[in-house]
């Protein structure tokens, strides 16, 4: 009898990790975490001799309470808070239960840290400096970076790129993004170029007589490029390029992209149709990051910046 709670909680976790994947296209990174959280969430329940099916507000708010004691930051204890909430209202609609505990909890106070961004000049060093290493991998790494800067993608859909999506030397990027959703990227000019460039050595990659589906084929499990190896060589091109390497990462690329085309006039509907952002509220705090540039360029650059000002009634 005192197991039956213990199982009956694991299949309320599965029952809503199996939701996840089946009707929003969860990865099975996000799947991952949600799954820890909601088991730091159950051991801590276990502990005050709750489950989730009869946990109350108040054990709730004593378990945020706790992270913060430990000293979680305020954005991970609000990511954790996200997943009692998506929790409680699934095993409320359910019927697993007949109230949502979560559903008068407070979320932390967030700050807003903006988007690390690589100026320009700093973007075409790091193509630079992956270009300089020998033909085949410099050929690759130039081209992933070209692409990723073009299309502002996220790292996992860069190394996953079909070989069908650029055989026919496409203006347009077939990508497939969070959810299984298509969006089409515009390529630019440069990025086309590469890829070009990329296919006539591609081939070096692979053992003689074997293909791959994918642009960046691997000979590992995956049988592509992983994003841990990308990042690695994201690193090495920064140290090439004379860049910090803690300022560089496949994320900060993509911030890059949506900055620089606000910076050049684009609309913002555009850009989160391009990053391929389901709220607009997401992309809307590279406008921030445009602002911060702004306010900075008056308080450096203008000619009364810096001019004293007179005391009142002087």
Known sequence: ???????????????????????????????????????DLQGF???????????????LRAYLKSLDYVGMTPRTVARRLSVMRQFFRFVLAERMREDDPASTLDSPKLGRPLPKVLSRDEVDRLIDAARAKDETDGGRMATLLEILYAAGLRVSELVTLPLSAVERDPSMLMVRGK?????????????????????????VTLGEGETSRFLFPSRGRTGHLTRQRFAQ?????ALGAGIDPARVSPHVLRHAFASHLLEGGADLRSVQMMLGHADIATTQIY???????????VQDKHPLAR???RPAGG
């Open 1 to 39: 009898m005192k197991r039956k709670p213990a199982l009956q909680r694991a299949r309320e976790a599965e029952a809503f990790l199996e939701m996840l994947q089946a009707e929003r296209g969860a990865s099975k990174n996000t799947l991952a975490a949600y799954g820890a959280d909601l088991g």
């Open 45 to 59: 329940l276990a502990r005050r001799k709750q489950t989730l099916l009869d946990a109350d507000a108040t054990a």
């Open 179 to 203: 959810g299984d959703k298509e969006r089409l990227v515009p390529l630019s000019d440069p990025a086309r170029v590469a890829i070009a460039a990329w296919l006539r050595i591609r081939g």
């Open 233 to 237: 060589l994201l690193k090495e091109a």
């Open 287 to 297: 406008t921030h990051v445009l602002d911060e540039k702004l306010r900075s360029l």
């Open 307 to 309: 001019r004293k000002r």
